[in-house]
Nanobody, 115 residues
Framework: QVQLVESGGGLVQPGGSLRLSCVVSGIIYRINTMVWYRQAPGKERDLCATITTDGSTNYADSVKGRFTISRDNYKKTVYLQMNSLKPEDTAVYYC?????????WGKGMQVSVSS
């Protein structure tokens, strides 16, 4: 059974940094695109960043230049380095992974940016 488990969230002051991790467990031969989403209170879930198998990345305009997505295929892990955090980055962050033709989601974790 495939599971995605996120870690690294929490409370940080504006201007601070966090590094999110998402580990994929289960019998998996290949993980395709991996994605970080976020959902702020009262808003829809929005895409933050994507990374393909070969390492090509794409970012939402709101995080470009501040967030960096990366992956370790051996560890089956995707990361999101978040710098220069702003209060508007406060949200529940979710990772997902496309394995074969199926997209799997993590349960999400809270990131709060506040002084």
């Amino acid at each position: 059974q495939v599971q995605l488990v996120e870690s690294g969230g929490g409370l940080v002051q504006p201007g601070g940094s966090l590094r999110l991790s998402c580990v994929v467990s289960g019998i998996i031969y290949r993980i395709n695109t991996m994605v970080w989403y976020r959902q702020a209170p009262g808003k829809e879930r929005d895409l933050c960043a994507t990374i393909t198998t070969d390492g090509s990345t794409n970012y939402a305009d709101s995080v470009k230049g501040r967030f960096t997505i990366s992956r370790d295929n051996y560890k089956k892990t995707v990361y999101l380095q978040m710098n220069s955090l702003k209060p508007e980055d406060t949200a529940v962050y979710y990772c997902n992974a496309k394995i074969g033709s199926t997209i799997f989601w993590g349960k999400g974790m809270q990131v709060s940016v506040s002084s």
